[in-house]
């Protein structure tokens, strides 16, 4: 078993009406308060106007227009209007974009410099301002846990920022505000809960406890998802998406695992960084890919561990086989909800991928420690060949991440920093074979990667 630290201090209020409570949660009448925001969505189903009733004993200042992937430069605008207008508080009402920017323009207010800053170095991280958040799109899990994600357009960069005062205080969960969620973010959302189990489940060692916490999740999404966008209202299945999208990143799910360096996360990150893709459809591109790239003699008995309990495959059939259909089904879910399964299919190619590679290998955790762990050479890494693989449409997409040995993704957070600090990058073949773009099939490390 390895050691964990777990810390979540987030009070989680869940349940239709319940956003009746926010006053409840906030600081002393008359206090200062910024209410951020998306792009309008919160205004279309009401909330705004809630939340304007709610704080109307507040001195309130609106901060409209934080972008999905959300932009260091919008964050740098809401960072002056905080230090203007001296805000005491935040209330962070949308989905992961407008919480994680909230995270960043918290501490911002309370850096002397650019806040982009904060995110390249978490110890420069100090003070900040106390924040709640009101949930309207069930996917990344910001509304528990310490972590924002932002992304700079100049640089082409996507990278977080966490510390340990970034929880929000609270946050309020009422399933019935992800009713006009769109079915494309809805299956987006799902793929993204999936892929934060996935990357905490797939690891060499797991534990009874927790192993059946993330089959949980993934039952429940895969049961769930499809409900949801067939009945955008369906207050049930609505409420089973938001209630796992919570854990997919505070930790619980990887306590006394094995450490996973979050491979499709790392490679995703690079991708949106340069395509401004939704988060959740680039998951749902890799994370197969990756499977099959993962799935050997030795990792197969995880696979198949999965189909059996989540998929109901038959335990006593051939644990190889067994292994080969939990995937294929993982795949065929992604695609009957409507998400693709190829780069191509949204437009990317592989123009960029030796830039991602080298970039992922600096400011990620190292992929060594992967469930099958992953090499790059100098000139034809094995994340630019997986790129080419779906670009090309032939399969197969992993990368490794950086990581130490002792984290849950939480201490990860938490540790980031002195680990950039300390990381040496590691560049090396290792028995991978590259292949090119026009390759119509691969075979790397004696597997297949065909798509199709
Ligand atoms: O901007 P508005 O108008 O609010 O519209 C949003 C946006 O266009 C819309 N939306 C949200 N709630 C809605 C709604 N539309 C109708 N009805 C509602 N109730 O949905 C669109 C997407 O919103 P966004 O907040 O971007 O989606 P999501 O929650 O998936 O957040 C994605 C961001 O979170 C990061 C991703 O990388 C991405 O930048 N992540 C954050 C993590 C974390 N903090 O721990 C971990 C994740 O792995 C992820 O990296
Ligand atoms: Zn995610």
């Not at 309020?172 to 992800?178: A, E, M, Q």
């Not at 998802?225 to 930790?251: H, N, T, W």
Request: aromatic share 10%.
């Amino acid at each position: 078993m390895e050691n964990y630290d777990l810390y979540l201090p987030t009070h989680l209020i869940f349940g239709r009406g319940r956003i009746d409570e926010l006053p409840s949660l906030l600081p002393a009448k008359g206090s200062r308060i910024l209410l951020a925001m998306g792009g309008g969505s919160i205004r279309r189903i009401g909330l705004y106007d809630k939340l304007r009733e709610l704080l109307s004993d507040y001195e309130v200042f609106d901060f409209s227009g934080i972008e999905p992937n959300p932009k260091i430069s919008t964050i740098r605008r809401a960072v002056e209007l905080c230090k203007a207008q001296k805000i005491d508080f935040i209330v962070a009402a949308g989905g992961g974009s407008v919480i994680d920017a909230v995270k960043c323009i918290a501490a911002g207010a309370y850096y002397d410099g650019d806040p982009w800053d904060l995110v390249l170095d978490h110890s420069r991280i100090g003070r900040a301002i106390p924040f709640c958040a009101v949930l309207t799109l069930s996917a990344t899990g910001s509304d528990y846990d310490n972590s924002g994600v932002i992304s700079n357009s100049a640089t082409n960069e996507k990278m977080f920022l966490a510390a340990s005062n970034l929880f929000p205080q609270a946050s309020i969960l009422d399933p019935t505000y992800t009713f006009t969620v769109p079915a494309n973010q809805t299956a987006a959302g799902s793929a993204d809960i999936i892929s934060h189990t996935f990357e905490q489940y797939l690891v060499k060692e797991g534990n009874p406890f927790t192993d059946a916490m993330c089959e949980g999740v993934l039952r429940t999404v895969f049961e769930y998802a499809p409900k949801a966008i067939a009945a955008p209202d369906d207050y049930e299945a609505r409420a089973q998406l938001m209630m796992v999208s919570s854990f997919g990143c505070c930790g619980l799910l990887s306590i006394g695992r094995t450490p996973s360096p979050w491979p499709c996360h790392g490679m995703e990150h690079e991708i949106s960084a340069f395509y401004d893709i939704t988060h959740g459809v680039g998951l749902a591109i890799l994370t197969p890919n990756w499977m099959r790239w993962s799935l050997t003699p030795e990792t197969a008995p995880r696979f198949a561990q999965y189909g059996v309990r989540v998929w109901h495959l038959n335990p006593q059939d051939d644990v190889m086989k067994n292994a080969q259909k939990a995937i294929e089904k993982t795949a065929e879910f992604f695609k009957s909800i409507g998400l693709p399964s190829k780069l191509s299919e949204v437009g990317i190619d592989d123009k960029h991928f030796e830039e991602m590679a080298d970039h992922v290998a600096k400011i990620w955790w190292s992929f060594d420690g992967a469930l099958r762990p992953i090499s790059r050479s100098k000139n034809c890494g094995l994340f630019s060949c997986r790129f080419r693989l779906n670009c090309a449409g032939t399969g197969a997409s992993n990368r490794p991440k950086r990581r130490s040995a002792e984290m849950t993704k939480h201490n990860v957070f938490k540790n980031c920093h002195a680990e950039r600090q300390q990381r040496i990058v590691k560049m090396h073949c290792g028995g991978m074979k590259s292949r090119r773009c026009s390759d119509t099939h691969a075979k790397i490390g004696g597997l297949d990667f065909r798509t199709s």
